[in-house]
């Protein structure tokens, strides 16, 4: 079960012809797939459309009713991989994954798709991971779409709309014969809103209702030498103008009128509601997207339609384009075909607004007041525009300056996270056998990169770790150490790592954290989990797996025995044998197993059954405040207060209420031979009589010793 | 109604906090009375712990209303379009301000005086927490109407989770265009811990109606308890800004160990007095001293540890934080002693040979003795029993010989150094701070006032550094030592300080 369990929420999914749905983008995009009628939808997780894979699971009773298959995928090269049954048959399919970096994992059986093309529709909703909250390279999908010809949709982030764009996008797909991508910003997968439901459709062909004969055999349908030359020219010659046609035909973009003829906005639709709000606060629109400027909103973002486009630019003066990121993939286009119609409207994009970073509310104000300005338009005074954009931005300087220079609280290891032992273990190796080269990986691992770690020299992608230290390890004096969880491994580590690195017969060190979930994207399950949606233990194993591919260094430790992993490490950074060290780091997710852990716990407390609580403390007059094992552990259950020691000025440790007992305090001090000032509490609750017997006399012998006086 | 305007509410929290059901409240309560709302938000990995933002909009005029027009609302927060912050620390109050959501003409703030310090605020040696004077002055200037209380408290109180009391904080402040009790039937409809939650919504909402002053903190501070000895009057006697400082290392030596150790502390403390008298200090050179001194004077040996660990205040602090009424409980205590440790408490002689053939055979530093010791059963409080007894041996033991000396070089230096200014007494003073803890961390403050009173001190006290760049060099050495544990930033400091005096010799 996944860390957000949307059990109650699928229930929207049932609505029928009429009823109001309220919710998340994500579950509007779910419900919609259900109305276009699927016949199979998978994907991989990862924010901000880990939710939408979360719902999927939830909904598979709601879908098994319908024939939906679903499939949880182990990379994102398997989910685009599936959308080839729309190659053949007349099926609809949706495939889900964080983007840019899923797409790049699914580039491969992308290009393979969108050559051949497909008769059914076939849907893939990107999580466009760009700006604030995004946790990845920032480049543009779009690129994706104009090389691979995939149709690129980008709603106005308003339910209605992105509802209405995912069942536009069957169709477009299935009439032009090309894949389609709709993306979602983080903020739209996460928007709440509302709109009118239709009724669920089944598949014509689906699991409920099979196929009978497989396709015939058609080469056309092969992404293969010779058809590859002609599909290219497919793709331009038929496809291209079919979509245009479709697009133009259903309305997909929209324009909204303005007073102010001689300027237009050409905006993706989902930097739309920025655009409006930022016009509306320097007093040229109002709430409701009335609008002075003219504006040509891009619900399909690629291709473009010149048609369309031409008619929105002529006689026009200036236009502006507001497309977030780099390359200018649209200004270039709307300058080309502008050219070619030989329409002389000036063009405004980068320049106005930044080259690179997101679009944010004070960008766009800055943006629009430097484009009226450029523009010098009849009928409005651009100079008032500009004092009004100064106004509304120029607090800002002050503001910051008063509070000073706040450090960033970037993401952490939770409290008890097994991976935070890890890195202590391998902070101390590091002391004593001197710094080595981290090859770090995507993974709540990669928070080792921040304090109090700071660990980690490259990170290459996802299960990459091993594989970018191919050429490091060579080149080096110490050995490398890798770092990869399990989900990192059996999406893309076992082979671009492990067995590349074995084939080569590589030295190397690496470190697979076994936590049993992908746990970054919401402790979804993976191949070596312990249950699986379907209940089962899907029954592979990192161990056997690496065992049977030849690893023969091989070793397992619970990660929270510090002291055995700063051995283990030391002994695979000084062992003369060569070949791959592989360390299994084995701990399952604090936050899935406290989701467990407590539910029980509440019913043993409920049926009177023992239960005993432990929790770290520090006592706060041997603490002396040097915070050596807050170095070592950066827990956030392990945090500071003022020294009860009316002569000491350094704040002491402290552990708070949410220390789950995990018994890191305990190991590091230990391992790290630190300060005496910790202890382990456990209480025990609902005693046994024997527990109370105990605990009676223990405190009748102790209290004849105890001392009179509190000491200093 | 066309002038109407979204009202906007920007939720400033930490991952896992509860934000996200605290926005569905919001959006529920606002959905009741058919107002079109929005929220959105930033989830990802900000979940874990990082700070992240939920942000809402409601349009003040129901959809009934509207004529089937549709408001256009934002997705994200927009500078200065904020008409209320909510923030459930203070740091992420200062980070919404520093975005410039927080302007003079509009927002509300409210926000938590409570702080959840970041990993580098936690992780320096000294202290690393941020100014929260300047956070709530920030907090003042920047707002239009500001509500500073501790929601941590609140909640703790409340037994809720303190997104429930920002809730009750939003519902009382009246900017949001829905009634309280749309908000408390949000809580209802969703079904979870209704109580405990609607407890610390009434929480937050009496506090937004009483407009509390933030919070008193206590200061937490624990001082020693008062002996009967006329030590005190003496120690009462010592100029009013030192009185305190002196007063406490009366009691704390006392304690520590006996009235003579006390009296020796007093003993000490005269010739700094009169150099601070001498160098027109007012005090400020015997108060700082009379601190570092007493707690120098008191070093963590292991039968202080002892001590601490079997006192009965102890035993009752941890049974209220655990929560125990009644039940039994086991306390386990990590001790890690090596030789070193365990020749603190030996006669000088007989430490110094073992730590002799310790050292030849390189069982320094590599062999400890891993113990886990529970204070609550007979055999281990016996063995806390029996360490804290040897106080009585203490003034003849190994360690105790090694720290006064260090204490008596130290004193000598500071009663030196006020002969050439009593600023550089003080800085000299100061580096007493450098040496503490157990183990590796006061080997290493050891070496590292060593190398400060070598490199720094002795060459300022040797006329071999002008004065004035003396007492910044003691200063930024110190500061410089506790940067990092490895020492980087306090060589790269200790080399500068070489180079700058070294610099005007070769012009010359």
Request: net charge neutral.
């Given at each position: ?29 779910t419900?919609?797939l259900l109305?276009s009628g699927v016949a199979y939808v998978g994907g991989y ?8 894979l979360?719902v999927l699971v939830?909904a598979e009773d709601i879908m098994a009713e319908l024939g939906v298959h679903l499939e949880t995928c182990a990379?994102?090269?398997s989910a685009a991989a599936m959308l080839g049954a729309s190659?053949n048959y007349p099926l609809r399919g949706a495939v889900t ?23 059914g529709g076939a849907l ?76 669920n459709r089944a598949s014509a062909a689906s699991g409920l209702n099979r196929i ?320 699986s949606r379907q ?178 | ?508």
């Amino acid at each position: 079960m996944a860390e957000r369990s949307f059990r109650k929420e699928v229930e929207a999914l049932k609505l029928g012809d009429g009823e109001t749905f309220r919710g998340e983008g994500i579950l509007a995009v779910t419900k919609a797939l259900l109305q276009s009628g699927v016949a199979y939808v998978g994907g991989y997780q990862g924010a901000p459309v880990s939710h939408l894979l979360d719902v999927l699971v939830d909904a598979e009773d709601i879908m098994a009713e319908l024939g939906v298959h679903l499939e949880t995928c182990a990379n994102e090269a398997s989910a685009a991989a599936m959308l080839g049954a729309s190659i053949n048959y007349p099926l609809r399919g949706a495939v889900t994954w964080k983007s840019i970096v899923g797409t790049n994992v699914a580039a491969d059986a992308l290009s393979n798709l969108s050559s051949p093309g497909v008769i059914g529709g076939a849907l893939i909703i990107i999580g466009e991971d760009y700006g604030e909250g995004a946790s990845v390279i920032q480049e543009r999908s779009y690129a994706y779409a104009m090389k691979s010809s995939i149709w690129l949709l980008d709603p106005r982030p308003d339910l209605p709309t992105i509802v209405r764009m995912v069942e536009k996008g069957f169709e477009l797909s299935e009439s032009s014969h090309a894949p389609v991508m709709l993306e979602l910003r983080v903020r739209a997968c996460h928007v709440t809103g509302s709109f009118t439901a239709k009724d669920n459709r089944a598949s014509a062909a689906s699991g409920l209702n099979r196929i009978e004969t497989p396709a015939r055999f058609d080469y056309a349908k092969l992404a293969h030498p010779p058809l590859t030359f002609a599909q290219e020219k497919l793709k331009v010659d038929e496809r291209l103008p079919a979509a245009q046609a479709f697009a133009r035909e259903h309305k997909l973009n929209e324009f909204f009128d303005g007073d102010l003829k001689d300027l237009g906005i050409v905006v993706l639709g989902g930097l739309t509601n920025t655009v409006l709000r930022a016009l509306e606060r320097l007093g040229l629109a109002d709430n409701f997207g009335n609008t002075r400027i003219p504006i040509y909103c891009l619900n399909l973002a690629y291709p473009l339609i010149p048609d369309e486009l031409k008619a929105f630019c002529v006689g026009k003066t200036d236009v502006l384009i507001v497309e977030e990121g780099f390359p200018d993939y649209i200004e270039q286009s709307v300058n080309t075909e502008l050219r070619r119609a030989d329409i002389q409207t000036r063009i405004h994009g980068k320049g106005a607004l930044p080259k690179a970073g997101e679009y944010t509310a004070e960008v766009m104000l800055r943006g629009l007041a430097n484009f009226v300005r450029d523009a010098k338009p009849a009928g409005l005074d651009a100079a008032t525009i500009v004092a009004k954009a100064d106004a509304l931005t120029g607090h800002k300087g002050a503001a910051a300056a008063a509070v000073g220079d706040l450090p960033p609280r970037p993401p952490n290891f939770c409290t008890g996270c097994p991976e935070r032992p890890v890195f202590a273990a391998l902070k101390l190796t590091q002391r004593d056998i001197g710094a080595t080269h981290i090859s770090a990986d995507i993974g709540c691992h990669s928070f080792a990169t921040f304090a109090p770690f700071s660990m980690g020299n490259s990170i290459l992608g996802y299960g990459m770790s091993l594989a970018s230290a191919a050429a490091v390890a060579p080149n080096m004096q110490r050995r490398p150490i890798s770092i990869m969880g399990d989900g990192g491994f059996w999406h893309n580590g076992l082979i671009t790592g492990v067995a590349s690195n074995l084939f080569n017969k590589n030295d190397g060190v690496l470190i697979v954290m076994q936590n049993g979930y992908t746990s970054a994207t919401g402790q979804q399950y993976m191949p070596s989990s312990v249950a699986s949606r379907q209940g089962s233990a899907p029954g592979m194993d990192v161990e056997s797996t690496l065992r049977s591919f030849g690893v023969k260094w091989l070793r397992t430790v619970r990660t929270y025995s510090v002291a055995t992993m700063v051995k283990t490490l030391k002994e695979a950074m000084r062992t003369a044998e060569t070949g791959l060290k592989v360390i299994i780091a084995d701990g399952e997710c604090q936050l899935a197993r406290q989701r467990r852990v407590r539910a029980e716990d509440a019913v043993k407390l409920k049926v009177g059954e023992r239960v005993v609580r432990v929790k770290f403390g520090v006592d706060d007059e041997i603490c002396t405040g040097d915070h050596s094992c807050i170095r070592l552990s950066g827990c956030p259950s392990l945090t500071v207060k003022p020294s009860p020691d009316p002569l000491r000025s350094d704040p002491v440790a402290s552990v708070i209420e949410s220390c789950v007992g995990c018994g890191l305090c305990g190991e590091v001090a230990h391992a790290a031979v630190l300060c005496p000032s910790f202890y382990r509490a456990e209480l025990v609750q609902n005693p046994t009589w024997w527990d109370r017997a105990l605990h009676r006399v223990r405190r009748v012998v102790i209290s004849w010793l105890a001392p009179r006086e509190v000491a200093a | 109604m066309s002038d109407a305007r979204p009202v906007t509410l920007l939720i400033a929290a930490l991952g896992g906090e509860g934000g996200g059901v605290l926005t569905d409240w919001i959006v529920t309560a606002a959905e009741s009375l058919g107002l079109p709302v929005q929220s959105t938000s930033i989830p990802g990995v900000a979940q874990r712990t990082g700070a992240t933002t939920y942000y809402v909009e409601i349009f003040p005029v129901p959809y009934a209303d509207l004529g089937g027009k549709r408001p256009v609302l934002s997705l994200a927060p927009g500078i200065g379009d904020v008409d209320m912050v909510v923030a459930s620390e203070l740091m992420e109050a200062g980070r919404a301000i520093a975005n410039g959501f927080v302007t003079r003409d509009r927002t509300l703030l409210v926000s938590s005086t409570s702080r959840v310090y970041l990993t580098v605020e936690k992780m320096a040696m000294g202290d690393g927490r941020y100014d929260p004077e300047r956070l709530a002055k920030a907090v003042e200037q920047s707002a239009k109407d500001h509500l500073l209380f501790d929601m941590e408290a609140a909640a703790k109180q409340s037994g809720a989770i303190v997104s429930a009391v920002m809730l009750g904080a939003i519902a009382g402040s009246g900017r949001l265009p829905v009634p309280v009790e749309a908000f408390e039937a949000a809580i209802r409809h969703d079904g979870k811990a209704v109580e405990s939650n609607l407890s610390g919504f009434r929480a937050g909402l009496s506090a937004a109606r009483d407009q509390l002053p933030a919070a008193l903190r206590r200061s937490g501070k624990r001082p020693a308890k008062p002996t009967l000895a006329n030590l005190e009057a003496e120690a009462a006697a010592t100029p009013e800004a030192a009185r305190a400082f002196v007063t406490e290392g009366v009691r704390r030596l006392a304690a520590y160990q006996d009235l003579p150790y006390a009296r020796l502390y007093l003993d000490r403390l005269k010739p700094i007095a009169e150099a601070d008298a001498r160098s027109g200090m007012n005090g400020k050179l015997l108060s700082e001293t009379a601190r570092h001194l007493a707690v120098r004077m008191s070093f963590e040996d292991v039968i202080r540890v002892a001590e601490a660990k079997i006192a009965p205040a102890r035993f009752c602090r941890i049974e209220s934080e655990i929560a125990a009424k009644d039940q039994p409980y086991v306390i386990t205590e990590f001790l890690k002693p090596g030789i070193e440790e365990l020749c603190q408490v030996l006669p000088p002689r007989l430490a110094r040979a073992i730590l002799r053939v310790a050292e030849k055979r390189g069982w320094l530093g590599t062999v400890y003795f891993g113990m886990e010791l529970k204070t609550t059963t007979v055999w281990g409080y016996l063995r806390f029993w029996t360490l804290a007894k040897l106080k009585r041996f203490r003034p003849k033991s190994f360690r105790f010989q090694e720290e006064q000396a260090v204490i008596v070089g130290w004193l000598a230096l500071v009663s030196h150094s006020s002969r050439l200014s009593g600023e550089l007494a003080l800085e000299v003073a100061e580096c007493a701070r450098l040496i503490k803890g157990y183990g590796d961390t006061w080997k290493r403050g050891m070496a590292n006032y060593r190398a400060l009173e070598g490199r720094v001190i002795s060459p300022a006290l040797a006329g071999r550094i002008p004065l004035r760049v003396g007492i910044d060099a003691i200063a930024s050495a110190r500061t410089a030592a506790l940067v990092d544990p490895d020492g980087e930033s306090l060589t790269r400091a200790l080399a500068a300080i070489e180079q700058q005096v070294a610099m005007p010799l070769a012009a010359e």
